[in-house]
């Protein structure tokens, strides 16, 4: 079993910064890829970004390429995604995801363990 629990999220303007983390507990992080999900209301959850095990890969949503970058910290257990130039339409509920994987995914499915969301509302 693993649990993730993220913090970070707020209210902030569009054009300005957040930076979310994730903190796992109960196996070893270093064996899991980790991703980054969100969803808006009314909307799928949608693949953000995510991070190989070793922490050497990432991969992002066209979406955010450029303004989002995903980290992970394996000796605090942490996963982080920083978010810049933030738009309204980056607002959503974001969840972390861990895979017991060397490598993340986009697809939501092939994750088994994920927290319970931070809220990221973005004004214009």
């Known amino acids: 079993q693993v649990q993730l629990v993220e913090s970070g999220g707020g209210l902030v303007q569009a054009g300005e910064s957040l930076r979310l983390s994730c903190v796992a507990s109960?196996?070893?992080?270093?064996?899991?890829?980790m991703g980054w999900f969100r969803q808006a209301p009314g909307k799928e959850r949608d693949f953000v970004a995510g991070?190989?095990?070793?922490?050497?890969?990432?991969y992002y949503a066209d979406s955010v390429k450029g303004r989002f970058t995903i980290s992970r910290d394996n000796a605090k257990n942490t996963v982080y995604l920083q978010m810049n130039s933030l738009k309204p339409e980056d607002t959503a509920v974001y969840y972390c995801a861990a895979r017991e994987s060397l490598l993340p995914g986009g697809a939501a499915s092939l994750y088994g363990y994920w927290g319970q969301g931070t809220q990221v509302t973005v004004s214009s």
């Open positions: 109960g196996r070893t992080f270093s064996a899991y890829a």
């Open positions: 991070i190989a095990a070793y922490g050497g890969n990432t």
